[in-house]
């Protein structure tokens, strides 16, 4: 697998050796021995797997306490992926990385806890699944405005209005967020 640090320190674009013939393909997903030596070292607790429609944004979301790492990728259709550094103490804290995942690309990105983690849906349907470090505990369950100027986050929007639930369309901007030291 080829695996390649981010403009944000510890977010990393992994794309997995894939092996396809006429017969369809095969890949590796998950493999605790191949991660940990290219500095993935994470225990995993849950996963998680969504479907949603074209233009359904769903974050930016992420857990204050018991914060969560994921590694995520899409297995049919496409989305941009949004990772937002949500720790003070970090150089690059407010900075966001995007990056296309496909069931075609195959691409996976993997979130260490201290990140928000969003995504746009920009196919007809798209399937999402992701590992998580820590179960979901939605008494620390916190998300941040995705349209926060402050964040400069290009979304591929094409002139359309994202849908989002009510939860996200009332989430507050990064200066008024609870983020991590």
């Given at each position: 697998?080829?695996?390649?640090e981010?403009?944000?320190?510890?977010?990393?674009?992994?794309?997995p050796?894939v092996?396809?013939?006429?017969r369809g393909?095969?890949l590796?997903s998950?493999?605790a021995?191949a991660?940990?030596a290219?500095?993935i070292?994470?225990a995993f607790?849950?996963d998680n797997?969504s479907?949603?429609a074209k233009?359904v944004l769903r974050g930016l979301?992420?857990?204050i306490r018991?914060p969560?790492?994921?590694?995520v990728r899409?297995?049919s259709?496409?989305?941009f992926?949004?990772?937002v550094?949500?720790?003070?103490?970090?150089?690059?804290f407010g900075?966001?990385?995007g990056?296309?995942?496909?069931?075609?690309n195959k691409?996976m990105?993997?979130i260490?806890?201290?990140?928000?983690?969003?995504?746009l849906v920009?196919s007809d349907?798209?399937?999402?699944?992701y590992?998580c470090?820590?179960?979901?505990?939605?008494?620390?369950?916190?998300?941040?405005a995705?349209d926060?100027?402050?964040?400069?986050?290009d979304?591929p929007?094409?002139?359309?209005?994202?849908?989002l639930?009510?939860k996200?369309?009332?989430?507050?901007?990064l200066e008024?967020?609870?983020t991590?030291?």
């Amino acid at each position: 697998m080829n695996v390649t640090e981010t403009a944000l320190p510890g977010v990393m674009l992994i794309e997995p050796r894939v092996f396809g013939d006429a017969r369809g393909f095969f890949l590796e997903s998950w493999n605790a021995a191949a991660f940990a030596a290219a500095g993935i070292d994470a225990a995993f607790v849950q996963d998680n797997h969504s479907r949603s429609a074209k233009g359904v944004l769903r974050g930016l979301h992420y857990q204050i306490r018991e914060p969560q790492g994921k590694l995520v990728r899409v297995v049919s259709g496409s989305v941009f992926d949004v990772a937002v550094d949500l720790r003070r103490s970090s150089p690059t804290f407010g900075q966001s990385t995007g990056h296309l995942l496909s069931g075609e690309n195959k691409h996976m990105l993997w979130i260490p806890a201290g990140f928000a983690h969003g995504f746009l849906v920009l196919s007809d349907t798209a399937d999402f699944l992701y590992k998580c470090t820590t179960l979901y505990a939605p008494q620390h369950e916190r998300a941040i405005a995705w349209d926060d100027p402050a964040l400069a986050i290009d979304w591929p929007l094409e002139g359309t209005v994202p849908q989002l639930s009510a939860k996200d369309a009332g989430a507050p901007r990064l200066e008024a967020a609870e983020t991590f030291a």
